[in-house]
């Protein structure tokens, strides 16, 4: 009878499966290193981990041998049994096994709790499961990396060594993602970055990224582009403060609800926060005057620097940092024009996406357990951001519980070149804020209503979406965002002129050049202009010259071939123009 083929697509399938990969390793680490404590081993996305406490110092060199006994469980096929033990039993059997990390656990349980154990050949672990039927089912994997990681994530505890590992129903699977990992680490955007000269990341600033000329060069070419678009969208740009006082955050719900990711500080006395978010500047923006129905929508866009409190250990390069510039835009509208503009704002977000080559896939983000406002105003909100999207013909998937505190939301997940997902846009749907701000305008009644608003990005964070882009490209930007677009190499230092004069006219047409005219090989040149991703290398020799012509490369195509300096040139406009990938 043929196996009952895995249905990997299911979530609780890759838990199961990866969790039964965790007490296999965990069982070859006991069996190499007996006196090893067992701590946690979860199944996490894309692979699990096990926490170790031993005396033995895991390395690289340790991942063949646990392999190769992971793959002699595997072989004996051993079934997973569960069994239940009274709490004080539990205790004391984990006790017998001198298993501290777990008697911990099972004291912390609440009193009238199922304590459960899984059982396998000669290993037993704690665990509430599930798990795969036997060890014989799990196909592929392969540990990854070693680390340091304090028990229960408490720095005053003992550190333990966290190995990394993966598993697939194939190794044809796993070595596909081995080879997208290895992809991923040429990618690093902190790598590229670096090679590139974009950004740097100090010790004097963690989480505070220094931007550097090249890095700004793409920087303002997407606010240019972002302010253009919203420009022709009807969209007014505003610019709000960085500190703004206490009573602020108290009315916008962030003192109750954010406190403990916010930055604080005092001005003659008082209290005052380093915005975390730009929407509470925008209501006071909207109070300054009393609005008409006939003046909606209004449609306020700002690029606002903000400023969270990160952990250390959560941060990644421009990915995750602890201030960031967002592409706010806060639009407030009648109820009957909702509809309309959160579609407005998928289709700007589908435009966008498109247009840098990312596919997507939209979430609806529903209320979390800590949130603001009724029942029926979040019923409300998430059926208005329902029903746009399904009129739309977008798919999405729900999101339960992972909304704003003040509304639900629209979240747009990307997916990169080489199939990674990041959350970028998001659509949100507030009813709260213009309720505790005390947002009116006057409706065809002569009477006061209070307006629905939107909060939205785009990009998500400048920041972030660089970092994104920069892995997506590779460190091959589309030329209208390209640092350095072209790059002119003489074979010798007796072409100089002639390359000054042929930097000159693509200076003139608005290109961005570099000339290299060192008395360097020009193999040597090459190399160092390729490595820095240059989007265009035009090389400069005798024939050159004489014809009043380049021969180009391509850092995406390869050799172009000899063309005049006016053919390059209209080439290079009209692909900037029409921001071609």
Not at 40 to 62: L, M
Not at 429 to 445: A, E
Request: aromatic share 10%; net charge negative.
């Amino acid at each position: 009878m043929a196996k009952e083929k895995l249905n990997w697509e299911d979530e609780q399938v890759r838990h199961d499966y990866r969790h039964t990969a965790s007490h296999i390793m965990a069982q070859a680490v006991k069996h190499l290193w007996p006196d090893t404590k067992l701590a946690i081993g979860p199944a996490i996305d894309n692979g699990f981990y096990y926490d170790f406490d031993t005396e033995h110092k895991f390395s690289e060199e340790d991942f063949l041998k646990i392999q190769k006994e992971m793959k002699k469980i595997v072989q004996a096929n051993y079934p997973l049994e569960r069994f239940e033990l009274p709490r004080e039993e539990a205790i004391k059997f984990m006790e017998e096994k001198n298993e501290p990390y777990k008697v911990e656990l099972i004291q912390d349980l609440p009193e009238d709790a199922v304590i459960s154990f899984y059982k396998q050949g000669d290993f037993v672990d704690l665990c509430a499961g599930p798990h795969m039927a036997s060890t014989g089912q799990i196909k592929a994997f392969k540990l990854m990396s070693v680390a340091g990681a304090y028990w229960r994530g408490d720095s005053d505890r003992q550190m333990l060594q966290r190995i990394y590992a993966t598993a697939f129903p194939s190794q044809e699977e796993l070595d596909e993602y081995i080879a997208k990992m290895e992809e991923a680490k040429k990618r690093d955007h902190r790598k590229i970055g670096k090679e590139m000269d974009l950004f740097m990341l100090t010790d004097e600033g963690p989480g505070f990224p220094f931007f550097l000329p090249k890095g700004m060069i793409i920087r303002n070419e997407l606010e240019a582009f972002w302010r253009e678009e919203h420009r022709k969208r009807g969209y007014e740009e505003i610019k709000t403060p960085l500190i703004l006082n206490e009573q602020l955050w108290r009315t916008s719900g962030h003192w109750d609800h954010y406190k403990d990711n916010m930055y604080f500080t005092k001005i003659d006395g008082e209290d005052y926060a380093v915005k975390p978010m730009n929407c509470p500047g925008s209501m006071l923006v909207y109070k300054r005057k009393m609005w008409s129905y006939r003046d909606f929508p209004i449609r306020c866009g700002e690029l606002g620097q903000v400023h969270r409190h990160e952990l250390s250990g959560a941060l990644h390069g421009l990915m995750r940092v602890r201030t960031f510039t967002q592409d706010d835009a806060h639009i407030f509208m009648l109820p009957e024009q909702v509809n309309e503009e959160i579609k407005n704002v998928a289709k700007f977000c589908d435009d966008v996406y498109k247009m840098f080559g990312f596919e997507y896939h939209v979430e609806l983000s529903t209320r979390p357990e800590d949130s603001m406002g009724t029942d029926e105003e979040w019923e409300m909100a998430e059926n208005a951001l329902r029903s746009a999207i399904e009129e739309m013909g977008v798919p999405f998937v729900i999101n339960e519980g992972d909304g704003a505190f003040y509304g639900p939301k629209l979240d747009f997940h990307l997916q990169d070149s080489i199939g990674r997902t990041w959350q970028c846009g998001t659509i949100q749907l507030d009813m709260q804020m213009p309720q505790r701000f005390d947002l009116t305008y006057v409706g065809p009644d002569n009477e006061k209503h209070r307006p629905i608003m939107i909060h939205r990005v785009i990009f998500g964070s400048i920041e972030r979406f660089i970092g994104i882009l920069t892995e997506h490209c590779a460190g091959k930007f589309p030329l209208w965002l390209a640092p350095v677009q072209v790059k002119l190499l003489t074979v010798t230092e007796k072409f100089a002129p002639y390359a000054e004069e042929v930097a000159k006219k693509l200076e003139e047409a608005g290109l961005r050049v570099e000339l290299d005219i060192r008395n360097e090989k020009i193999g040597y040149k090459l190399r160092e202009a390729r490595n820095e991703r240059v989007s265009y290398i035009g090389v400069i020799g005798e024939r050159e010259a004489e014809a009043g012509t380049l021969t180009v490369r391509s850092s995406k195509v390869g050799e172009l071939g000899e063309m005049s300096v006016e053919e390059f040139t209209a080439k290079l406009l009209e692909e900037i123009r029409t921001k071609a990938m």
